[in-house]
């Protein structure tokens, strides 16, 4: 469907095109302005027109490809810092604030923005919270929804509404501010949020070893996580299955740091050590590894800790032949498989029916989009997925807003 006559004065010669995301090629608007924002949302609504929110497409494969796309609203150009006060460890910034410049920002006042995802210098605010990806720290700080504090949220119906705020301890009403994180531009465009930050560690110390096996890495898993918990900022085993990499990030107050290392060394044997820049430099490039790029099928997996194990089993006697990279964060019972070919339609269904028998669930990335559908309907509907689409409705009554994202049945009957 062309854009409407409105539309295109009132973005000229502003409209891109949004392609190479698994979905249709469409038009993508950039507004400057929250005014410009709610125009757009006014026209695509008078018109018919189905809306995607976005900020730079980094997460756009996280959740469904919607049906039916007119319009790609993107927030890349609602940027700069709100408000910032240091002493309160608080930060309000537009949408489309890359979180490199949130970061660098924060970090000269002593704080640590979470949380930690690929692709620093394109992600911005508002996807982020749209998407509410598992950081790589989120071991020690924890989801996105724990951060957020506040949002500002455009309404298809011209309204901009605002939950929460700049506080810390905020009991005035709801906290509907969560239901935005996660929310995939189902109930609104981001433009603006407030985020509770970190204080920055005094030191941090990465500890890295070579494995024998998946298994081995498990165990040792186990036994860290309850030697190291109070300073342990990330777990993870990483690359061929076959011999991977075991990697400790710790940080906190020198003396906590230095103890946790002797631990990882009573636990691990010989070890190698990297150092504040140095374990920031090779963390920062384990963090951006995540990126596919295109080229590999990426499957998530996301069970209870105790139950990751037999998850990873299910994996493994589903695909013996393939040949696989993982990213493993065995404390949180998160990891990514990816696949050096796409395994097909039969195959994807073949790992999702014997993830789920180990009491998991799973996600794929830059698989085919009707495969990617049949395996959320088949898993079955989600607990409350009444109250899902009610919220929905009460949001987006008009149905202006791209659907699916979360869930086949949430969006327009």
């Not at 013996?320 to 269904?349: I, M, Q």
């Amino acid at each position: 469907m062309p854009l409407s006559t409105r539309i295109d004065e009132l973005l000229g010669d502003r409209v891109g095109r949004l392609s190479h995301w698994g979905g249709p090629n469409v038009p993508i608007a950039s507004p400057r302005s929250e005014s410009e924002v709610l125009a757009l949302l006014d026209a695509a609504r008078a018109d018919g027109l189905a809306v995607l929110p976005i900020g730079n497409g980094t997460k756009l494969d996280h959740a469904l490809i919607p049906t039916r796309v007119d319009l790609a609203l993107s927030t890349r150009r609602l940027t700069g810092i709100v408000a910032y006060e240091p002493a309160e460890g608080v930060l309000t910034a537009r949408a489309g604030t890359s979180l490199r410049v949130l970061r660098e920002t924060v970090a000269a006042h002593g704080h640590h923005f979470s949380p930690e995802v690929p692709h620093e210098d394109r992600a911005t605010l508002g996807g982020v919270v749209s998407a509410a990806p598992s950081g790589a720290d989120r071991l020690r700080h924890g989801p996105v929804r724990d951060r957020v504090l506040g949002v500002r949220l455009a309404r298809t119906d011209g309204r901009v509404v605002r939950s929460g705020g700049a506080l810390v301890k905020d009991v005035a009403g709801y906290d509907l501010q969560r239901l935005v994180v996660g929310a995939h531009g189902s109930l609104g465009v981001v433009l603006e949020v407030s985020i509770r930050l970190a204080s920055a560690a005094d030191e941090r110390v990465l500890v890295r070893r070579r494995l024998a096996s998946v298994d081995e890495g498990l165990e040792l898993a186990r036994a860290l996580a309850a030697a190291l918990h109070a300073s342990l900022r990330a777990l993870r085993i990483d690359g061929d299955p076959e011999r991977p990499w075991l990697t400790v990030d710790i940080e906190g107050r020198a003396a906590v740091v230095e103890r946790s290392l002797a631990r990882a060394h009573d636990v691990l044997g010989p070890v190698h050590v990297l150092r504040d820049a140095g374990a920031k430099r090779v963390a920062d490039e384990l963090r951006e590894s995540r990126r596919l790029g295109g080229r590999w099928p990426q499957l998530e997996i996301d069970a209870l800790p105790s139950r990751f194990g037999a998850a990873l089993a299910a994996v493994r006697n589903e695909v013996r032949d393939a040949k696989l990279s993982v990213e493993l964060h065995p404390a949180l019972g998160l990891g990514w498989v990816r696949f050096a070919h796409t395994p097909g339609r039969a195959g994807a269904h073949t790992l999702a029916r014997a993830l789920r028998a180990a009491g998991a669930t799973s996600r794929w990335c830059g698989l085919d989009a009707e495969v990617r559908r049949e395996l959320v309907e088949a898993a079955g509907p989600p607990a409350g997925l009444a109250l899902m689409e009610r919220l929905r409705r009460a949001f987006d009554p008009t149905d202006t807003l791209a659907t699916p994202r979360l869930h086949p049945e949430l969006g327009p009957s």
